[in-house]
Each structure stands twice: as C-alpha cells, then as structure tokens.
DNA sequence: CAAACACAATCTGTACGACAGGTATACAGA
DNA sequence: TCTGTATACCTGTCGTACAGATTGTGTTTG
C-alpha cells in the first residue's frame, strides 16, 4: 500500500541520463535557438535540469559531436549550426572504415556536380558568372600555392552548386568535397594538371554564358572525365613508389 | 632570464584533453580495430592514457556521437562501424535548422535514384530482380500496416542502389532515405498512392528485367514525378488541417 | 580624458572518490 | 547437463576541489 508508485516512464527511458539531457537541449536548440547564442552555463543547466554538473558535460560532448554546439574554454557553450564539414567528416570516416572506392566516390562528384551546373546554367545571373570568373582568376594566381589552390578550386565547384539555386544539392556537393579533397589535390598534382583545371573550368564560365545547360554540362564533364584521368596516374604513381 | 621555457607542443595542443583522447582512439579505431571488438573499460583506458576517468568518458561521448562505439551500461564501449542513419541524423538536423525546402530534398532523391537505377539496369541479376519482387510482394502484403508498408518501401529503393553497384551511391540514397521518410509517408497516405506505389514499383522492375537503362529510368521518373505529386498534395493538407 | 593595465568574477577543464545499478561469468547444486 | 545464484566487473551518476582561460570592471597612468 505504501509501496512506492512504479514510474512507467522510467522504464521506457532506458537510456541514460546525458542522453535524455543531450536530446532535450538538442530540441530546444533546434526549435527555440538562435545560432551562436550562448547556452545557460554548467552550473545553471545542472541546477535547471535536476542532474550533476558531470551530466550535463557529457551531454555537452554528445551536442558538440553532432555539430550542435561549440564549446570554449573559460567561454561557454555556444549554438552553432552543423555544416556541411561535418557531414563531410562523417562521410570520410564511413568512406574509410567500408574501403569505398574511389571510382565510386568521384562518380557520385559527377552526378552531383552535373546535376548542379544543369539547373545552374538556365538560371545563373551576370554577377554570378563575374563571380565564378574572379574565382578562377585567384586560382590562377595562386597556382604555385598548392593549399590555396585547392581551396579556390573547391570554391569554385561549390559556388556552382549553389548557383543551382537547390540547397541541398549544394550542401551535399560541400560535403562531397570535404571527401574528394584528395583526389582535387592529386588532379592538380599530376603532369599539367593545374593549368589544364584553370583553362578547363574557363571553359565551363564559357559555357555557363551561353545559358545552355547541355553546353554547361559538357564542359563539366569534359572538367572532370580529364581530372579524373589525371587524379588515377597520379595516385597510382603515388601508390607504387609509396 | 629564469622564465619558464616556452613548450611549443602544448602552444599547438590548444585542444582539451578529452578531444585528444577521443582523437587518437578514434585513429585506432579506423585503422587497427575490428568492428564489435570492445574497448578497454574507462578504468583501463584511464591508466593507459594516463588521465582520469572523467576524460575518458567524456571522450568515450564525443565518439559515441561520431558513431564509432557503441556505450552498453554495464557491458562497455564496442567499436560500431558509422552507418547511413548517422547520416541521415546529421542531414535531417541541418535541413531543418537550414529550413531548406521540401522540393529541393525530393529533387536529390531525383537525382540519385536516377542515377543508381540507370547503372543498376544493366548490371543487375536476375536473383537481384528475384528480390525486388517478393520486396514488392511484401509491400502489398504490409498494405494495411503503415509503418511496415513503409519500411519495405524504403528498402526497395535501397536494394536498386545497391544493385547499382556504386557503395558511395548506396550510402547516399540509404542516407537520402532518413531525410525523406516524411515524404513517403505522406505519398503512401495521400489518396490511392498506397496502391499505385505498388502498382509503379512493379512496373520499375518490369523496366529493369529489360536491362534497357533509359527504360528503367524513365520507370524510376515516372514513379517519383507521380509519389512528388502525391506527397505535395497531402502535405498541403496536412498544413491546411493542422 | 582616454588608454592601458590589473584585478575579480565567471566558466570550462581535469582529477579523485564513492556508490548505485546493470551485465556477464563462473561456480555450485539439482 | 542444466539451472540458478553469487560474485566480479563495468558503466551511470553525484559531489567536491582546484587549475587555467576568458571576460568585464575598475583603477591607474600618460
């Protein structure tokens, strides 16, 4: 009789504690927060939530992974908005423990990129085409810098994808080249390969111009059948005297 | 002149000990652990590493959320390999946060479904078009049960990216599937869209025994163009109504 | 008066100890 | 041989304590 009333909702909840906390705080991110907002500290989550400090820490930890959250020291925990770096993060990691191929990776570039410059070609502005052409105009000046070089030529493919006006298709090519990096960084490695990617992607602003999608498709995938070409010597010569 | 040396590694190790750890055991993880395989407890961890258990858990959470161990209270950390539904977690949390729009989601599912189904009509077996059937068979048998009928839905479009060949194209269109859940909840609901699911899905691996790509991908579009129509029309209802 | 410096408050990082509760293994008994 | 119980092991949770980083404030100085 005085028995104590069995609480039915601790038995469905068997996950622990910093879980229930890490997704409580997730959907209140998610619904009510504003990014980089600053979240309540520790001690006050710990007093609000009913839980030790510790909880609320691993709970952190959990919101930090998932690219909730980002957390300084002496700071605080501050809202931010996963990006596409960590789903290019985690789609590394799956690429690597499953031995994905890399044809298999760098086809999944072309059908998205394809898809991208299709849709970007019937719809991009004058500005935009400026922008793509300044673009290739720092990665032709940066050509003896091999990071910086990089990094415009990921811009470059990226602003087409966005340029297609669907914003999934340019989050997933964002994180696609977070995993092609490599491949980017061997095609301009390889014999030629980095003046051949400069006067190829001006090709593809040629194209663009034109605002004929089939024209702009060819272009891109002339671009990248040729830098594929170049990435497979490349690693392979890498590979063999590896 | 009796100042403190300067230590350089520590000036670089600017992140908190709990990161460092929750790195290093993921590298052993990626390139020297075996899925299933158990960690040492956090007690041995703790020795190993020389910190204390409290970094260890916190590291063991970082990992937890990245989706490379796998926490059982009482049993301890298990080596889990990162799947499609880690994925498909991080991209649902962004297109929500993004607000990116339900036409631009659908239209990679276009994209990447097209794309499998076109490499998997001229490579697929016919034990492979075996298991599309009674896929589909179960589809129809689920008819009355949503979440079954569901289910075997997504499966469906999986197997043909798997058919495709293409691991990274398997993982997208899987990932793909956890973002559009919704949508094919909302197509199955909408009136008659049950059965004419059924009804397209047959007619897609009628296409693909043909191993005619354009056949089989004009099967797939069909399909989709319909299911969008479907999906649109009951969502706004369900806006409407609610 | 303004700028720079110093101090104080706040917050995260890290460590240690303790106990509860879940899991699995091994041993004993039927 | 099978079953059930006891035990060792492990994670979950709590509390305290202190170091180090950051920020804001107030004072001092040019």
Redesign the pocket.
């Known amino acids: 009789m005085a028995g104590k009333v069995l609480d039915l909702s601790e038995t469905l909840n068997?996950?622990?504690?910093?879980?229930?906390i890490a997704d409580s705080i997730e959907e209140a991110i998610i619904y009510k927060g504003e990014a980089a907002s600053k979240?309540?500290?520790?001690?006050?989550?710990?007093a609000q939530f009913?839980?030790?400090?510790?909880?609320i820490?691993?709970a952190?930890k959990l919101l930090q992974a998932r690219g909730l959250v980002e957390?300084?020291?002496?700071?605080?925990?501050f809202i931010t908005k996963p990006e596409s770096e960590d789903v290019s993060e985690l789609l590394l990691r799956i690429v690597q423990m499953d031995r994905i191929e890399d044809k298999d990776v760098y086809e999944i570039r072309i059908i998205l990129e394809v898809a991208a410059i299709r849709e970007a070609a019937a719809r991009i502005s004058d500005k935009e085409l400026e922008l793509l052409d300044s673009q290739v105009d720092g990665m032709e000046a940066a050509k003896g810098d091999l990071a910086k070089r990089v990094e415009m030529d990921c811009e470059f493919h990226c602003l087409i994808a966005k340029y297609s006006g669907n914003s999934m298709l340019s989050l997933l090519v964002e994180s696609m080249t977070g995993v092609l990096r490599k491949f980017i960084i061997a095609g301009i490695k390889s014999p030629g390969g980095n003046e051949d990617g400069i006067e190829k992607h001006r090709a593809i602003i040629a194209a663009l111009r034109t605002r004929d999608p089939e024209a702009a498709v060819q272009a891109m995938t002339a671009h990248l059948d040729r830098s594929w070409n170049n990435v497979r010597s490349q690693m392979s010569l890498f590979n063999q005297s590896n």
Chains 1, 2 share one sequence.
Do not use: F, H, N
């Open positions: 068997k996950k622990p504690l910093y879980e229930q979240l309540p500290s520790e001690m006050a989550l710990s009913g839980v030790s400090r510790t909880i820490r691993e952190l957390i300084r020291v002496g700071g605080g925990a």
